[in-house]
C-alpha cells in the first residue's frame, strides 16, 4: 500500500509521462511487427431497398459510410459515427441497428432497408408521414434515423421484445408511452421535439398518446 | 422599405395562410431522407476527396516540429494542408481564435492540419501519420481561480457591461428580507446532431461551398476575409442545417480546410468534423459563477436586486453577459448588474441558444424562488407582485407589450399549481418525492435588415428567394406562408429557396431576430412585386386586389401567371428597421411549469410534466413555434439535471467531448410537454407583428426544474447541473 | 483506422487456429464496441475474423438444469428469450438497462463480456492512460474521475468495467465457456474471468491469444426475488454511474453484484452474507478498502441506497 505521500509523487509521474505522451503521437509506420499499411479493397454486393449494388471497397468502410458515400443514399445521417446518437439507423433484416457501427464487408446478402427504401416524398410510409403530421422534428436531421428506428421499434413489440420500462416481463409487451421512451432512446433529437415524435409514433402504431399523464 | 412606426392594418392582418396551423413545406424532405445536409450535394459535388481534420493535442503552447511525410506518403493521401503551406490566411471578424493554427496552439483540438485523400478511410488513416511535438505551456483553465482577474468586458451589441440605478446598497441592508447566494452554470456544448461539415469547390479563383452555416453573409464574408480573396468570389450555400443553436453562427475550420484541402488537392473536398473533436475544436457556452443578492419588503415587493457574474474566454472572446435580463425583468428602484470576464485557455466560448439570458435565469430564477420562501409568497404570486410595465432602470421606456401575469396565472390555472405544497418534501408517491416549480421565461425580441427577392413565374407560381436559413426552426414554411398570404395564392404555389449567398442578404438565423426580421422582408419584397403587377396591369397599387391567384382591378380579372408573363415578375426588397427602439423594450415572455419526481432513496430526478406559457406576439405557425418552445424546454431540461463539459484542470480541456459522455437528453428523459401561447400581435415591432419565440423557451426552464427539485426534496442545489451526487451532498 | 484484411471463420476452432497464428488479429461479431475504438485507433487490428458466421446462437438448456447461452446470442434475443425472462429475469433486465434497442441487436454475449472501459481518458489518444498506452500514467487519477471505479483499482487504472449484462452474470454465476487454437476447451467461472488492473490494466480477462468464447453457461436457477437498479444521469442510454443486480431469497438471504464501481463485475461473498442486515451492513463488505477519487467518492453512499432501495423494491414484490 502506498502512504498518500508517495501518491503525490506518482501522480507527478503520471503528469509528466502524460505530457511526453502527448508529445509524440501514435505512428504505424515502421512500428516492431506492424503489419502492411496498404488499404485492403473487396468486392461484395449489397442489398439496399430491394436494389442489388456491386461495390469495391476498402474494408474498412462502414456500413453507413457505403451508403451514404459510395450508394449516395445520404438519408442515413452521419451524427456521431460511434453509437452514440441513432441518426445512423437503418433497418438490417428488418432490425434497426446503429450503421456507424457495422462493417458495409460483413453485410453481403443481408437485406438493408434505409429511410428511401420506407417511402417517397410523394408517397410516404405511414410513419414518415406521421412525422410530418405532428411535427416530429425540427432541422430533420435526426429524423430518418428516428423513423427507421420507430419502425423497427414496432416490430420489436410485435415481437414481444421486452424493454427497461417493462413492468413484468412475463406478460405481453405493450406499447405504453412510457414503453416508447425507452425503446426510442437511442435517438437523439437535439432540437428536443421528443414530445412530438412521441405522438407522431403512437399515431403511427395505432395507439393512444400520452396526454397529460404523469 | 423602411419600418419606422407602428404598424396599423395591412394584408398580413388577414391571416388566411399566416398564424394557421400548417406542416412544414420541407417536411416530407426530412422525412424521407431527401432534404440536401452539408455533406450531401452528390451532382454538384460528384467524386470529391476527403478531408480529415487532425487536432492539437495540447491545449496551449507552440508546435516544436511537425513531420507530414508519412501522411503524405500514406496511401490515398492527396495532400496535407498545414499553417506552413496554406498560404496567408487572416481571420474572420467573428472569430477568436485562428481556424487553422500554428505554430502557436491557443486550446485543445485546434485544427492544425488537414488531410485530404481519395476516401474517408485514407484520409482518417493518413491523420495518424502526422508527427507532431509540441512544447507546452501553462494556461489557465478553471474559472473559480481566473475569476480574481475578471475584468470589465467592452460593451457588445450595444449592452454595457455593467449598469445600476438607485441605491443597491442601502435598500439591501434596510430589507427586512434578503438572499445572497452563489451559482455555477458549467460549460455547454451545442451538440447540435449534424457536424460542422463542408463541401468546397474552386472553379479557377472563384469557391463555392456547400456548408451547414446560420449567417450566410456573415459567412461569405468572414470567409472571403480569412482566405484574403473578394468576397464576391465565394458562394455559400446551406439550404438544410442539421441544427445550430448558435454554434453555426460563423464559420468554424471544416469550411475553411475544405477549401484550403481542396485548393491543394485541385479538387472538391469534403470535411466533416469527426464527433469527438467538436467540443473542444468549436465554440461552447461559456461557465459562469453568478452571484444574486435580492432584498424584499414584507409586502413581497422586491427592494434591493443585484446581479453579478463570472465568465471567462479565449483572449479577445466576448464574455457571458447573463445579467442582462436582471436589469428590467422585475420592479425594484435599487438595483445593480456586472458581467465580469477573465482569460481562459479553454476552446472560445461564443453564443449558443439565448446567450447571457439562459445561463442568467438558471440563477437568478432560482433566487427569486428563493426569496419568495422567506417572504412567505408563493413563488408565482411573488413574480405578480413584481410584475412592472416600464424598465425599472430607467422608467420612461416601457413595454411594448408584456403579459407576463396572464402567462403565469394561465399557466398556474392549467397545471394545478394551486395543489402545490409550499412545504419542501411534503408530497409522495410511492417512491419518488413530488415537487412542483414555476419560472419566468424572458427573452428581448431583437430584429436585423432583411432581404428577399420574390418571382411570379408563367405558370403562377411565386418563387422566394433569401440567404435566410432554416436550421429548424421552421423559416421554409413561414416564409412561404408571408409569400402566399400577400401574394394572394395558396402556400403549394410557393416555392421557398434559403441559404444562398446568390440571393439577397436576410436576417439570417440568431438571437432570436430571424423569424419576425425574414418575413418582413419577404413582406417588403411582396408588396414591391405588387406594385410591379399593379404598374403591369396599368393600375393603382392601393386599387389592386390578390386572391386565389387572380389579380383583380376593377374590371380586370387576370392570372397571376398571365400577368407575370413567359418573362416571369419579379422584384427584391429589403425591410429596414428604424423604428425608435428607446421608446420601448421588446421582448417575449413566459412562464415554466414543472414537476419533477425525486426518488427518496437515490436521488434520482425524473421530469413528469411540463407546461409554457408564451406571450411572443402574433404566433406565425403555431406548430412550428410550439416546437421550438417545447425543444427548448428539454435543452433547458439537459442544462438542469445533466449537461456540462467538464473541465480537466490540469490539462485544459474539455473530457467528455463525445455523445456517449456529454449526456444530453433522450426520449425517456422528456415527459409529453404542453405549451400555450397568448393570443397577440406587437405591430411596434414589424409588420408581421410578431415576436420571436426560438431563444424564450430555453430560458428559466432549467431554474424551474431546479424549484422542482427544492419543492420535492428541501434541497437547494446552486450548483448546475443537479445531478444525483449533489443532491447527495446537499 | 488502420488498413485490415478480413475473413469469415468457418469453425470456432478455425477461428482460434487463425487468431493465434496473427498476433494483430482481432474476432468481429457485433463490432459495436471494436469498431468504436478502431475508429478512434485504439484497437488496431490488422486482420478481421469476422465470427459471425459461426452457429454460437443458440440458447440451450444444460443437462444441469441451467441455460448456456451462445457467444454470438443478440443482447435483445437474450433478453426476450423466454427462459430467462422467466427464469433469470436480472439478466433480462440487465441487458435491458444497457445500451440502446439498435445496440443491443447488433451486440453479441460474449462481445458484451468484452467491452472496453468508457474512461474518457482511454478515449482520447493524446491522454495519459495505461490501459491503452502502459507506461504513460493515468490521466484519470488527476484528472476527471467521476464516472470511475472505486475498489479494485490500482495507481495505474481506475477505470470501470461497464457491462450492465456482466453484473448479472456475476451474481448468477455463470461460466465463460472457450475454446482455444489447439480445439481445446475451458470454462472460466465468471468471477475469475475478468481481472483487477494491477500494474498490468491492459490485461482485462484471462483469455489467451486466439481463445474465443463460444457460450457463457448459466447454472440452474436459483429463483428468489431478482432486480437490477442502474443509477445514471439520464433516464436511458448511458452507463451506469452506479448499478446493483440482486437476488433475495424468501428468507432475505441472497446475492449481489454490483456495477459502474470497479474493473470488474463487483461481488464479495462476505457482503452477501450481510444481505438479511441490510444495506449498510452489505455495503460496508463490498468496499472495503475502497480507494475512491473525490469526484466519485459519492459512488460508495449511492451504492448503499441503491442496495437499500432494491431491497424496499423486493420487500414490495
Given amino acids: ?214 | 422599405m423602411k419600418f419606422t412606426q407602428t404598424e396599423g392594418k395591412n394584408r398580413t392582418d388577414r391571416q388566411k395562410v399566416i398564424g394557421k396551423a400548417t406542416p412544414r413545406i420541407e417536411g416530407a424532405l426530412k422525412a424521407t431522407g431527401k432534404a440536401t445536409y452539408a455533406y450531401e450535394w452528390h451532382d454538384i459535388a460528384p467524386k470529391p476527396a476527403f478531408g480529415y481534420v487532425l487536432g492539437a493535442a495540447i491545449a496551449k503552447g507552440r508546435i516544436t516540429s511537425m513531420d507530414t511525410s508519412g501522411a503524405e506518403s500514406s496511401a490515398g493521401v492527396l495532400a496535407v494542408v498545414t499553417a506552413e503551406n496554406a498560404g496567408p490566411l487572416d481571420k474572420g471578424n467573428f472569430n477568436v481564435v485562428k481556424l487553422l493554427a500554428g505554430p502557436e496552439i491557443q486550446h485543445y483540438h485546434q485544427a492544425i492540419a488537414v488531410i485530404v485523400a481519395r476516401t474517408f478511410e485514407e484520409a482518417r488513416a493518413g491523420a495518424t501519420k502526422i508527427k507532431v511535438r509540441y512544447a507546452s505551456e501553462p494556461g489557465v483553465y478553471d474559472l473559480e481561480v481566473a475569476k480574481e482577474t475578471a475584468v470589465k468586458p467592452p460593451a457588445r451589441w450595444g449592452n454595457e457591461p455593467d449598469s445600476a440605478a438607485g441605491d443597491f446598497a442601502g435598500a439591501f441592508a434596510a430589507a427586512p428580507f434578503k438572499i445572497d447566494a452563489t451559482y455555477h452554470t458549467p460549460a455547454h456544448s451545442h451538440a447540435m446532431m449534424e457536424p460542422f461539415a463542408s463541401i468546397a469547390a474552386w472553379k479557377g479563383d472563384e469557391l463555392t461551398v456547400w456548408t451547414a452555416n446560420q449567417m450566410i453573409a456573415w459567412s461569405r464574408a468572414d470567409l472571403a476575409k480569412t482566405l484574403k480573396m473578394p468576397p464576391e468570389k465565394v458562394r455559400v450555400v446551406s439550404p438544410y442545417v442539421g441544427g445550430g443553436f448558435g454554434g453555426k453562427l460563423w464559420i468554424r475550420a471544416d469550411v475553411l480546410l475544405a477549401a484550403l484541402g481542396a485548393r491543394a488537392a485541385k479538387r472538391p473536398v469534403k470535411v466533416a468534423l469527426p464527433r469527438p473533436m467538436m467540443a473542444n475544436n468549436t465554440v461552447h457556452r461559456p461557465a459562469t459563477i453568478q452571484r444574486v443578492r435580492l432584498g424584499a419588503g414584507k409586502d413581497g415587493k422586491i427592494t434591493a436586486f443585484a446581479h453579478e457574474n463570472w465568465a471567462g474566454n479565449q483572449k479577445g472572446g466576448s464574455t457571458e453577459t447573463a445579467t442582462l435580463a436582471s436589469r428590467a425583468l422585475y420592479a425594484g428602484a435599487n438595483r445593480m448588474t456586472s458581467n465580469r470576464n477573465a482569460t481562459l485557455d479553454l476552446p472560445e466560448g461564443n453564443a449558443m441558444r439565448a446567450p447571457g439570458d439562459a445561463p442568467g435565469s438558471m440563477a437568478f430564477e432560482i433566487a427569486i424562488d428563493e426569496i419568495a420562501e422567506k417572504v412567505g409568497l408563493d413563488p408565482v404570486e411573488f413574480r405578480v407582485i413584481n410584475d412592472t410595465q416600464v424598465n425599472p432602470e430607467k422608467p420612461a421606456q416601457t413595454y411594448s407589450t408584456r403579459k407576463l401575469i396572464q402567462c403565469l396565472k394561465t399557466g398556474a390555472e392549467k397545471f394545478g399549481w394551486s395543489k402545490r405544497n409550499a412545504k419542501p418534501g411534503a408530497v409522495r408517491d410511492g417512491n419518488w418525492l413530488v415537487g412542483l416549480g414555476v419560472a419566468t421565461a424572458y427573452r428581448g425580441a431583437p430584429t436585423m435588415n432583411s432581404g428577399a427577392r420574390v418571382r411570379i413565374e408563367s405558370s403562377g407560381r411565386v418563387i422566394v428567394e433569401t440567404d435566410m436559413t432554416d436550421i429548424g426552426t421552421g423559416s421554409y414554411t413561414i416564409i412561404g406562408q408571408t409569400a402566399a398570404e400577400m401574394m394572394g395564392v395558396p402556400l403549394d404555389r410557393v416555392d421557398v429557396r434559403l441559404g444562398d449567398s446568390n440571393f439577397p442578404v436576410s436576417a439570417g438565423s440568431g438571437g432570436q431576430f430571424g423569424a419576425v426580421s425574414a418575413t418582413s422582408g419577404v413582406y417588403a419584397a411582396c408588396l414591391k412585386l405588387r406594385e410591379a403587377i399593379a404598374t403591369k396591369l396599368g393600375v393603382a397599387a392601393d386599387t389592386l386586389e390578390i386572391d386565389d391567384g387572380f389579380a383583380v382591378a376593377g374590371s380586370k380579372r387576370v392570372a397571376l401567371g398571365e400577368v407575370a408573363g413567359t418573362e416571369g415578375l419579379s422584384a427584391e426588397d429589403k425591410i429596414e428597421f428604424a423604428t425608435d427602439r428607446e421608446k420601448h423594450l421588446h421582448y417575449t415572455f413566459g412562464a415554466h411549469f414543472v414537476e419533477v419526481g425525486v426518488h427518496a432513496i437515490t436521488s434520482e430526478v425524473r421530469v413528469r410534466r411540463m407546461l409554457a406559457v408564451c406571450h411572443a406576439g402574433r404566433i406565425l405557425n403555431p406548430p412550428a413555434a410550439r416546437n421550438q418552445i417545447i425543444g427548448a424546454m428539454t435543452m433547458g431540461v439537459g442544462a438542469a439535471l445533466m449537461e456540462e463539459l467538464v473541465v480537466d484542470k490540469k490539462v485544459g480541456f474539455f473530457v467528455n467531448h463525445d455523445l456517449a459522455s456529454y449526456e444530453v437528453p433522450v426520449h425517456a428523459d422528456i415527459p409529453h410537454q404542453e405549451c400555450v401561447f397568448l393570443d397577440d400581435e406587437d405591430p411596434t415591432v414589424s409588420p408581421m407583428k410578431a415576436l420571436g419565440v426560438g431563444e424564450l423557451g430555453i430560458c428559466g426552464v432549467s431554474a424551474a426544474v431546479a424549484n422542482a427539485v427544492y419543492n420535492a426534496t428541501g434541497k437547494r442545489v446552486r450548483d448546475y447541473p443537479i445531478t444525483i451526487d449533489k443532491l447527495m451532498r446537499t | 483506422m488502420r488498413p485490415f484484411s478480413y475473413e469469415k471463420a468457418a469453425t470456432p476452432a478455425a477461428a482460434a487456429s487463425a487468431a493465434a497464428k496473427n498476433p494483430h488479429a482481432k474476432f468481429i461479431a457485433g463490432g459495436t464496441n471494436l469498431l468504436d475504438l478502431m475508429k478512434l485507433e485504439i484497437e488496431k487490428p490488422a486482420h478481421l475474423i469476422d465470427v459471425n458466421g459461426l452457429a454460437l446462437d443458440k440458447v440451450e438448456a444444460t443437462p444441469e438444469g441451467g441455460l448456456r447461452i451462445g457467444a454470438l446470442v443478440r443482447n435483445t434475443d437474450l433478453a426476450a428469450h423466454d427462459k430467462v425472462r422467466k427464469d433469470y429475469p436480472l439478466l433480462s433486465r440487465a441487458l435491458l438497462a444497457g445500451a440502446s434497442g439498435q445496440l443491443r441487436n447488433k451486440a453479441t454475449t460474449a462481445g458484451n463480456l468484452l467491452q472496453r472501459t468508457r474512461c474518457p481518458y482511454f478515449y482520447d489518444t493524446n491522454q495519459a492512460c495505461n490501459k491503452r498506452a502502459p507506461g504513460t500514467g493515468c490521466g484519470a487519477l488527476a484528472g476527471f474521475s467521476r464516472q470511475l471505479a472505486v475498489i479494485g483499482t490500482s495507481n495505474t487504472c481506475i477505470a470501470t468495467h461497464p457491462s450492465d449484462m456482466a453484473i448479472a452474470m456475476r451474481a448468477l454465476d455463470a461460466v465463460v465457456d472457450t475454446v482455444q487454437p489447439d480445439g481445446a476447451q475451458r470454462h472460466v467461472a465468471i468471477a475469475d474471468f475478468h481481472t483487477l488492473p494491477g500494474d498490468k490494466p491492459q490485461v482485462e480477462n484471462v483469455l489467451k491469444p486466439g481463445e474465443l468464447i463460444t457460450s457463457v453457461t448459466l447454472p440452474k436457477p436459483v429463483g428468489g426475488a431478482q432486480v437490477y437498479h442502474k443509477v445514471r444521469d439520464r433516464a436511458s442510454y448511458a452507463f451506469a454511474l452506479v448499478s446493483v443486480g440482486m437476488i433475495v431469497q424468501k428468507d432475505g438471504t441472497g446475492r449481489l453484484a454490483v456495477g459502474g464501481v470497479a474493473p470488474k463485475p463487483w461481488r464479495v461473498e462476505a457482503a452477501d452474507a450481510e444481505l438479511p442486515r441490510g444495506a449498510k451492513a452489505v455495503a460496508a463488505k463490498l468496499f472495503a478498502g475502497a480507494k475512491p477519487t473525490h469526484d466519485n467518492e459519492f459512488k460508495i453512499a449511492l451504492t448503499e441506497r441503491v442496495i437499500e432501495a432494491s431491497l424496499a423494491d423486493l420487500r414490495r414484490a
Fill in chain 1, 1 to 214: 500500500m502506498q502512504g498518500p505521500g508517495d501518491f503525490e509523487v506518482s501522480r507527478r509521474d503520471v503528469l509528466k509521462l502524460g505530457a511526453a505522451a502527448t508529445a509524440v503521437p501514435l505512428v504505424a509506420k515502421g512500428q516492431a511487427g506492424s503489419p502492411a499499411e496498404a488499404p485492403v479493397s473487396t468486392q461484395l454486393s449489397l442489398n439496399v431497398n430491394g436494389k442489388v449494388h456491386a461495390l469495391k471497397l476498402d474494408t474498412r468502410t462502414s456500413l453507413l459510410d457505403a451508403l451514404r458515400d459510395h450508394l449516395q443514399l445520404t438519408g442515413s445521417k452521419k451524427g456521431c459515427d460511434h453509437g452514440q446518437c441513432g441518426a445512423c439507423t437503418v433497418l438490417v433484416n428488418g432490425r434497426r441497428i446503429n450503421s456507424c457501427l457495422s462493417l458495409a464487408v460483413m453485410h453481403a446478402g443481408d437485406k438493408i432497408t434505409t429511410i428511401e427504401g420506407l417511402g417517397t416524398p410523394n408517397k410516404m410510409h405511414a410513419m414518415q408521414a406521421a412525422f410530418v403530421k405532428h411535427d416530429g422534428f425540427q432541422c430533420g436531421y435526426c429524423t430518418p434515423g428516428q423513423i427507421c428506428s420507430a419502425v423497427g421499434m414496432l416490430s420489436e413489440v410485435k415481437a414481444n421484445v421486452p424493454s427497461h420500462a417493462t413492468t413484468d416481463l412475463t406478460a405481453p409487451c405493450a406499447l405504453t408511452n412510457p414503453e416508447l421512451r425507452e425503446r426510442m432512446s437511442g435517438n437523439i433529437c437535439r432540437c428536443g421535439a421528443y414530445s412530438n415524435i412521441a405522438e407522431a409514433i403512437a399515431d403511427a402504431a395505432g395507439v393512444p398518446a400520452a396526454g397529460r399523464s404523469a
